[in-house]
């Protein structure tokens, strides 16, 4: 039987889960009362949220709040549209300045391509049809729209100078400037009843008739006829006889020529060129023998280099017309043209060109006045 008193293990064992089970309610209970507070935090933070949010939100309902805010987006929306068209803008811009500049760049190039293939076709086919420069002086009279017989870029030049250029200093023998030059002589070549610009250099004027002159294959006072002019350079009478046996276009064409020396003269005190200093400039573009015939402006003119080569195929003859092409810019545009190119100077020649200017009047008296406009 068991004794009636119990062990102590036994006691120990019920005192443990006696205070055990307090113990766990005590827990149970704590736990209880901290979910409640939680909930009930949860609940309250949950509250105030949405007090929060709903207070915003009638904040924003009010008309004031309602109106500063759309202010606001209008204000950003603008800011953004502002910075999207400036950029647009410039964009625009960059895109303008670009087509622009590919536009001049296509211009200069076919306005090249066009000069270098109207250089081929005379090249290639002789003088081309519209051509002044190098042409022979009646083939250009027959064909011009001009009732005088004279070429229609020497009257053109003299009224020129007439009207606005005779006190320019150093006519006829100032180079002039090339480009302007090369310009005005693909011009002409293009159309020989054209007209100067406004404004060009009279300078320039000058020296465009006096290379007009040096590219005609015959001079005025034709090969056939040089001696006999020359000799008569001493007798009026005997130089107006002379003259005589020129044909018309050579003969209207001399007397106007010399004619406008002769203005030009006038102005000497001005223009620095009187009658001698003109004759030493324009005689050797005027009258000249075969052998003489002024190439040195064609040559001066013309790229050194373009028959140059043995081993090239064989140059294509050049006339006169293509005196001015282009060659590098190392000349001095400012210098005198040189009279001659190495041969001894045609003393001759320039005191019949000089009698032509002081005698004009006594040796041309079967010549119609010439009339500047």
Not at 58 to 64: D, F, G, I
Not at 145 to 170: M, W
Not at 191 to 213: H, M, Q, R, T
Request: include cysteine.
């Amino acid at each position: 039987m068991p004794s009636a008193i119990s062990p102590p293990w036994q006691e120990k064992a019920s005192e443990f889960f006696s205070s055990s089970g307090s113990k766990l309610r005590e827990a149970g209970q704590s736990v209880g009362e901290v979910a409640k507070d939680a909930k009930g935090n949860a609940a309250d933070v949950a509250e105030r949220v949405g007090s929060a949010v709903k207070s915003r939100w009638a904040l924003l309902q009010e008309p004031s709040t309602k109106h500063a805010v759309q202010e606001r987006l209008i204000s950003a929306a603008a800011i953004t549209g502002m910075f999207l068209r400036r950029g647009f803008s410039e964009t625009k811009d960059k895109v303008a300045v670009g087509k622009i500049k590919v536009e001049e760049a296509a211009k200069k190039t076919a306005q090249k391509s066009k000069t270098i293939l109207t250089d081929i076709e005379r090249w290639q086919k002789g003088v081309a049809s519209t051509d002044v420069f190098g042409v022979p002086i009646e083939v250009t009279v027959q064909r011009q729209q001009y009732g005088k017989p004279v070429p229609h870029i020497l009257v053109k030049c003299a009224d020129y100078l007439v009207l606005s250029g005779l006190n320019s200093q150093f006519l006829f023998k100032a180079e002039g400037d090339k480009k302007v030059i090369q310009h005005l002589v693909s011009m002409y070549n293009q159309d020989p009843n054209a007209s100067l610009p406004e404004g060009v250099n009279p300078v320039d004027v000058a020296a465009l008739a006096k290379y007009y002159l040096a590219s005609l294959p015959e001079p005025l006072t034709t090969f056939e006829l040089y001696d006999e002019i020359k000799g008569a350079r001493s007798s009026i009478h005997a130089m107006r006889n002379t003259l005589k046996k020129l044909s018309n276009v050579n003969f209207m064409t001399l007397e106007y020529v010399t004619a406008l020396l002769l203005r030009v003269s006038q102005k000497s005190l001005l223009n620095k060129m009187d009658a001698r200093s003109l004759a030493m400039e324009m005689a050797p573009v005027i009258m000249w023998q075969k052998e003489r015939k002024p190439e040195f402006y064609r040559q001066y003119w013309n790229h050194a280099s373009r028959s140059s080569s043995k081993n090239m195929e064989p140059a294509t003859p050049h006339g006169e017309w293509d005196m001015l092409a282009d060659e590098s810019e190392e000349m001095d545009a400012s210098s005198a043209i040189p009279l001659d190119d190495g041969m001894p100077i045609d003393f001759g020649a320039i005191e019949v060109v000089q009698c032509l200017m002081e005698q004009h009047n006594a040796i041309f008296t079967d010549a119609n006045e010439t009339v500047w406009r």
